[in-house]
């Protein structure tokens, strides 16, 4: 069943360690506690700018309240075809926002491309009242594929959503990720690149259920808390959520942690190469990796036991299977689960 | 800064441990957890009905998710002028509805007056395509003065609903207080009241951030994975809401907590109404108390370090004052602050 | 039937005359045939400002639209608890808006008590995050009660709505009775009031189909094509709408109708107050009379094949009862109707 | 200016006597008047099946609430990736239907492709919880590119719709158009189809504001009242609705005019084929032809007077033209641009 999502992980122990800590005597409800108050001013020496961070209970919440901060009724949002925000949230978005709606565009890799993206935008524009109104660009930072975007990539999108009046969001459900696999700075990674918004992503590299919006334009962050409170997402006790995402950042456990789910996804990404009957079809530049593998390997592997999250079957009978690593994933997992590929190739 | 509300305190040492021990190892995600396949099969025994359970993370999301399972966009929900739905969630359930209307009715001591609720639905019914189409009756238990509902009190609303084809939601965010003070059972004060779907609370009652919608009318909940998902509301890490829920009705833990927090407030009610000046508004029928005090009085508390919440002052300074107890409230706690009010009367 | 509404009528014959005026050749649609081309100029003579004005068919489309440009999704409109847009239009406006809310509030003879709004706002704004933000508060003049705001009482509203950072919308559905009621310029009824967006009727008092919003404040007119398109509001044949607009208004039509129904308003009233058993209510102002009519006299009426709108019964048998009337109504309608007054009197 | 669109036209002169005709005297509003009243019985007639038929003032409005009718706040509706409710009317249908969202489908000639319905509609069903809901099947009968659906195609569509629980909307905007090219009754085209709800187009055929939603499943027609009242579009002089759809199909009008604008577009596309320079790019199957012009072309047309509507421009400077003939189209005039056409290219 492992190396199915990230999110089959636990909580990472430091986390929980912070939750009980945090259990003592009562607090202000409704980030009036002395640990939601610390918020704002620790994220701001984390990415060494002014912020505003709203901790929200899941990555579907950041990330529609975020392209809701930026996004009305009747505007457009570019993003990637296979942008989660666009394909896997039920329209999350569009009920926050009161209406608007996703602009989905291609690139290999998981990465949006730029000509193709300065040409749709260009279309909408063009298309006046009888379409929707760009307004924000968002991009996902590991992307779906597990990519990471470059600096120069990030940095020519950035510069063409500011061109056009658009707001830049950044979708950083695995952030740390890709922040350990390009060894950059979190500013060099946002605010540098003209992001305005990020959705910072937790719950799929350690924390239980803590993720949060992090505006770096501080003016659209205003009304913030009348989203969170219509969202379900204002909630009572707090300090549970100020405790996970205070103790993810602290140390650099965050990256710590996402740095050994990136090796673990190389080793991954390694063996499976090794093996006849499989290709790994993107580069490995975070904790997933996509691989093809031919029709008589999963089953023969079922039969250790291991249950593959095939995205897709070919017609004959190829399987398209995408592995996530985890900070809790263990090397000898890894070794182990090469080694059933390995007996299966042999046979 | 104590008795301010049941959401200052932390969360039960029961359920932390519940937290703790379900950290192990890994899990499918999105309710795809044993902890989370239980919840069904529990709550059934706990309610003596089949049912399904859905864990959120807050009671506004619980809210306002169980009120858009059973009316959409040009839909009306009777509820008490009072309700928390529909004064304090910021248009949540307009939101996840897609663009319901609440029809707020009054009512004496919080609870919805069954004439007055008679009349307005027969009212909006008669309205026809000008005005929306009354779906849905909302009680809170609870009631929001502190007040239960009386057993025959719902079962004339729950018969006035379902004679004009209206599904009968409860707001439940402290359902164990109503309980632990009619003293009956959970099936008593739902389903064979009538009672379609509930808001069950958790968070204020010992949880961390775990309220449940649980459907009685189980064709309500149709779809319902869907509005989870884009109300962000569909949490990866599922266990651990689910080991809070299951914690929470374990062994009767919950009602102990409530039978806790309403005998504080019937002792805190008590030292009220011996103090001059002190007039206990409501009846006290759960944990909270309301109270108008003298103008005198809030500042001599203040002194002495406790700060109350305040609803509303009149002309003449008196302040209209809200308690809340918990299952983390002591005993001596409210006897210290008991001497206080005394002290401050006798100068 | 005559009597029931002031849209019963059909269409003034000058106005029908210009639509079949308009009818040769062909035109650009969408609002770029040389009639529309003249609204925003035409308007500006009028109102003795610059102003943008849009054609829509229906006074519903004009409050929702014109609302929804001052009112996003969380936000809160103020007006009368019996305003056309809150109780009468299905939810228009929450669809048009993505998600405003009204705040209905008290006042005799339909007229929003300004002590009563001064304090729900301020209650409004002191709710924070919990509750809407309070943007706009709208009027209707007209009120629902057949009455005038007077213009003391609309500059007191206004300055309120500006001093709280709202926008001012009036609701004139009957504008034009208004107007000619209180002998006032069109400017002297909006601007100079700090009125920011004018509901403008035409329907009732002489159209086909052709009200329209129009802005003062021409900063709330962005993205309005857009609002149009998305309402189903953008007619392709837009001469046809604009052709109406514009005749209306031309030499006076629109004020000579107006004054025309209202005239006919006070002789009804004049005849109803001559009868035993029938009590005007409101004062008459405009081209609506209500009134009380004893229990055996509408079932008598009835008889004469007169059949009046009665908007509810008294328990005693009394029905209280609108009568509205119009452009087309005639001077002999009234006499007839009232000579079957005073012979059932005469009983 | 002319062969820019259909919309371009007035109204069809025996509808405008139709209108003249319909004004003497009062009538009930909102559908109460004797016209209105017919409106189901004459249209019953002309499909040869029960129906409910509602009058609206735009081809987007019927669209919109012909969808929300069929689609609620996280329903998917599938479309060709050209149509116009999914790409040029605003989020008219998301608004009104509280969240749906289209999912677009590509096919050639402006007709999706069977195929990749199938494959996309079986996708979206797969998503489970984290995708939108079909419930949804709109075809355009024409087509964006002016191609009619054959018989079997749109058996095929409807079959695929009813066989996954889909409701099958037509976006008749040119039905008329296709009836006439396609020589089959209005009931062949639609309910034995499969066809549950039709947006029936009158405005780009000869009325001057009238559409229609008709509803072969009378089910789906459930508080459609409602629905109109919250768009705006339940108009209070319904008479004059009605009276342009009476007549637009009394007598075979309709048809007539639909056919002659068919002869002019053949006459023009034939004109067109015989011009070096220019190649007609999609079969002509009603009113609209889509061509390609060489670069030069385009001036030299502008030279005398002629301006067309340029959908897109080539990088080689080759225009892509969409020409669009109506009931008033006259023959004279096509032959005079051919006529220019055939000048331009004896250069």
Known sequence: MFLRSDNIAGVDPHILAAINACNEGSAEPYGGDPLSAKLDSEFAVLFGA???VFPVTSGTAANSLALAAVAGPFDLIACHAAAHAFGNECGATETMSGGARFLPIAGGDGRMDVDATTSALANAQRAGASGYRPTALSVTQLTEAGTTYGIEHLRALGALAHELGLRFHMDGARFANALASLQVTPAD???RLGVDVLSFGGTKNGT???DAVVF???TAAANFERRLKRAGQALSKSRFLAAQLLRYIEGGLWLRNARHANAMALQLAD???RVAGVRVTHPVQGNIVFAELAGDIIPAL???GI????KSFREDGTG???FVTSFATQSVEIAAFAEHLDQRASL
Do not use: E, K
């Open 50 to 52: 002014p912020v505003r």
């Open 271 to 273: 063996a499976l190469s």
């Open 216 to 218: 770096f334009d501080l």
């Open 189 to 191: 990674l946002t605010w």
């Open 307 to 310: 249950r593959l999250r095939v």
């Open 302 to 304: 079922a039969q250790h």
């Open 208 to 210: 239980m259920c803590a």
């Open 320 to 322: 398209f299977v995408r």
